[in-house]
């Protein structure tokens, strides 16, 4: 069962446009929302994260908008450049409660931004 | 500061073979996970330790992978025997305390070790 679901797959922008990256997600215990970047070789990067108790969150270019009802989260990566090119992971987790605490990550989306 | 340390960062091996992975984490870092990542696919918790006890392996295939992490510091995966699906990318992260929301949780990754199976 696929309990975080990422759209598109792959994404294509020129430098300087908006690139954004949806995810949904069925288990409404998930109370933490983090975004992953990856480069080539690496591994995951926390870029930002949000909780549910706010509907957006902004750190820089990069903004996640948060729609509880729905139960979809998104990345926005404003005037985008060429060196964010890399695969973005969306994810969830129940971080309260005295849970175990486990990442449930996205598909993933490669992201390439032309110069 | 130095990162999470992985090796070996690639490995070939034949099918029904064995294979270990090694892993040291942020030094001080109490929380060890190893993650599954198979191509195209975000990645996958196998297992999680909190010091060098197990937390969570419920995803872990205990029939063929095992997992340690002796005086809570580095930690070995090793798969035995290995098949064709257990190519993919094996990650390891470490966090300063259990959880990933509250300050000081943040997950730190590694580079990962790439298996081939043949």
């Known amino acids: 069962q696929q309990q975080v679901k990422q759209s598109p797959q792959s994404l294509i922008v020129q430098k300087g446009g908006i690139s954004i990256i949806n995810c949904a997600y069925e288990?409404?215990?998930?109370?933490?929302f983090p975004w992953y970047q990856q480069f080539p070789g690496k591994g995951p990067a926390l870029l930002i994260a949000?909780?549910?108790?706010?509907s957006e969150k902004k750190e820089g270019r990069f903004t996640i908008s948060f729609n509880k009802s729905a139960k979809q989260f998104s990345l926005h990566i404003m005037d985008s450049q060429p060196g964010d090119s890399a695969t973005y992971f969306c994810?969830?987790?129940?971080?309260?409660?005295?849970?175990?605490?486990?990442?449930?990550f996205g598909k993933g989306t490669l992201l390439t931004v032309n110069p | 500061e130095a990162g999470v340390a992985q090796s070996p960062r690639y490995k070939i091996i034949e099918k029904r073979q064995s294979v270990a992975f090694w892993c040291n984490p942020i030094?001080?870092?109490?929380?060890l996970y190893w993650y599954q990542q198979i191509l195209g696919q975000g990645p996958k918790l196998l297992i999680q330790?909190?010091?060098?006890?197990?937390?969570?392996d419920s995803q872990l295939p205990k029939d063929r992978f095992s997992a340690e992490r002796l005086k809570g510091v580095d930690s070995t995966l090793k798969i035995q025997p290995a098949k064709l699906e257990d190519s993919a990318v094996y990650l390891c992260?470490?966090?300063?305390?259990?959880?990933?929301?509250?300050?000081?949780?943040?997950?730190?990754f590694g580079p990962g070790t790439r298996l081939t199976v043949l």
């Open positions: 288990n409404t215990a998930f109370d933490y």
């Open positions: 994810a969830a987790s129940r971080d309260s409660g005295g849970s175990n605490y486990k990442l449930t």
């Open positions: 992260a470490s966090s300063l305390v259990r959880g990933g929301g509250r300050p000081n949780n943040e997950q730190f």
């Open positions: 949000i909780r549910p108790d706010v």
């Open positions: 030094s001080g870092h109490a929380t």
């Open positions: 330790f909190q010091n060098n006890g197990v937390v969570d």
